[in-house]
DNA sequence: TTAGTTTTTGAATACGTATTCATTCAAGAT
DNA sequence: ATCTTGAATGAATACGTATTCAAAAACTAA
């Protein structure tokens, strides 16, 4: 038999709670909802029918009028790689306290289309965050028109109309490129991510810079994909020509362990016969067989900014996009050969 | 101005095609919600429409009417742990296809407390993976009595009424601890994870038995943290002690690296002066520094089956928990010393 | 006391969809 | 032509909340 008290086995509803604490049921949303004025009696009355009740407010229904999900997407590339499992949590510890939940996602796409957003979008999430990836022009167009708040990690793009935050990598490398010259290289290689990416261009641009001040000319490029394999791959390749080369920059940590490795099995000591830089600082560094020279990305910082630049934009509407930089700096270790 | 067309900038709703199409708001929702009959003619009218105005369903009101939001909570511990990383991603993979939403928490904590969950019931999850971690008896009871499936990843209680899919730890235990005695070792250690977890205990006892009825008595165990830094910590103390140790069995693949580069620190050759076993089989061990041999978990399968116990459980209301075992093979790479 | 002010409250409504129910429509059988 | 049947459709309703508006209640000041 299903009576007023246990709606067939259904959730409570503010409805019940009402009753049962002898109020109507706007009176319970204003309890609930916050902000509103209620007397202390009927408060408490309502809390305690509540709590016996077992009562909690609908997450869908009271979004459906106060349009507002508290949910937010994120989109990411190459989840396996340690430095982006980082990147996952602490956008969680960030989010969670200011009640958004986060709805993951993973593509293997280097550019997010409109079908890798529709579902989030049917799910009306608030704002999507994208790292290590872009949005494609017609997604960001859709975004923009469905009032739906996007920032790429790691990422930007120019003409995209899109906010993002990233680490300085134009910076980074013309100082890592300092350094490396500094120490006495001449010859070089970079193992890089994939080609036209912001990413990969801003470092070849700062790394090339310097160079040329220097009138270094030697170097020799290697698209990759960021992962170990790739890496690995990469240095059998640049080792086991003739040419020798002094020192190889790495687009990710990863990457450097995977050439690291490659070149250790061909009977190269690092730094001694070559020289490795990596990117990120990823944990793992602090382990003894990778004691890798890298540029630590200001990780904590750059979630921060997101999520900042995210509550601005979900909050103003209308406001402008934002491309932000980040700075990070040099971690010396023990993989780049000292000045002779 | 505000017209019946532009609708203050809201995106489109079924209303809007149907008048759009010339049809009733019920026909639209006929053609989107699917089963239902409509005419060729219409159909093509309204899909037209409903491209025009870029119209995609609400899933709030949608689900509000269904009872179904086609979303799953998961909460994670050791989201840094590489074979979390890659349980995520599988999880993701799997469950995406067939329409469901992903939402994302991490935690740190052993049990899972209510609050933890409080969250996920207000969004009215259809059900919640809990990976390498408890639900505590509150929150068990919370989800069973809002109708939310739950099912432990890697885990398993006794008295909980929860289901739950993980590796037989116990089996894989035993075959580890008789191919290690074949190997002729006789003095061990075992690094594990938290006590009184199901895994800990389970591999302990399966471990043990095996060395009874070998009559070797020679076991010392270090209980852990499932990270490097446990590993690495554990064996310096291991390994600094006056007692003869000839192999460490480690209750992950990471907790493995450390007590190899503590080792290795220390001056230990392995395999030759110390034999080491893991548990996972994490990609990372394809490295080169690293050719561990560890117990493989079937870690796709075992993503399958919680992914087909949880479709099951939402489905058949009342289903009775279960428990699956699943088994996972050694995995011999070059860190255990050959027989004598 | 009374008039005026503020706070508290409930009835009614809207959010955007799926579904029930009754009605219409088209087609096939006689 | 009529009757029967099944498909196609729209009107109405429900899902569970927040919010508006007007009424009621509780204070304040005189």
Not at 29 to 57: C, H, M, Q, T, W
Not at 227 to 250: M, P, V
């Amino acid at each position: 038999m299903v009576t007023k008290a246990n709606r067939g086995n259904r959730n409570a509803t503010s409805e019940d709670v009402a009753q049962l604490a002898g109020v109507s049921q706007a009176t319970v949303s204003r309890v609930f909802a916050g902000g509103a004025n209620v007397s202390e009696k009927k408060r408490k009355k309502i809390l305690d029918a509540a709590a016996a009740l077992e009562y909690k407010p609908n997450a869908q229904a009271r979004s459906l009028i106060t349009r507002k999900t508290m949910m937010v997407g994120i989109i990411m590339r190459n989840i396996r790689d340690p430095f982006y499992s980082a990147v996952l949590e602490i956008f969680h510890t960030r989010l969670s306290p200011l009640g958004y939940q986060l709805i993951f996602n993973n593509s293997e796409n280097e550019i997010i289309e409109e079908w890798e957003i529709a579902k989030l979008l049917e799910y009306n999430v608030e704002g999507i965050i994208v790292t290590d990836a872009l949005l494609s022009e017609g997604a960001t167009r859709k975004l923009k028109r469905s009032g739906i708040v996007s920032i790429l990690f790691n990422r930007y793009a120019e003409g995209l109309n899109c906010s993002a935050v990233y680490c300085d990598n134009y910076l980074a490398a013309q100082q890592i490129a300092t350094y490396l010259v500094e120490m006495g290289h001449r010859t070089f290689a970079f193992i890089s991510g994939p080609r036209n990416t912001s990413t990969t261009v801003d470092r070849l641009k700062g790394f090339r810079e310097v160079l040329l001040e220097r009138k270094i000319k030697d170097l020799t490029i290697i698209p990759g994909t960021y992962t170990y394999e790739s890496g690995f791959q990469a240095a059998q390749e640049l080792l086991t020509r003739n040419k020798k080369i002094d020192c190889i920059f790495c687009g990710s940590d990863i990457i450097a362990l995977g050439v690291m490795d490659a070149a250790r099995l061909v009977g190269f000591r690092i730094p001694e016969d070559l020289s490795v830089v990596g990117f990120d600082n990823i944990r793992m560094l602090g382990w003894t067989p990778y004691p890798l020279t890298t540029w630590e990305q200001p990780l904590e910082d750059m979630v921060t900014s997101t999520v900042d630049l995210l509550l601005k934009e979900i909050n103003e509407k209308n406001a402008v996009p934002r491309i932000i930089a980040m700075k990070g700096h040099l971690v010396i270790r023990n993989t780049v050969r000292k000045k002779k």
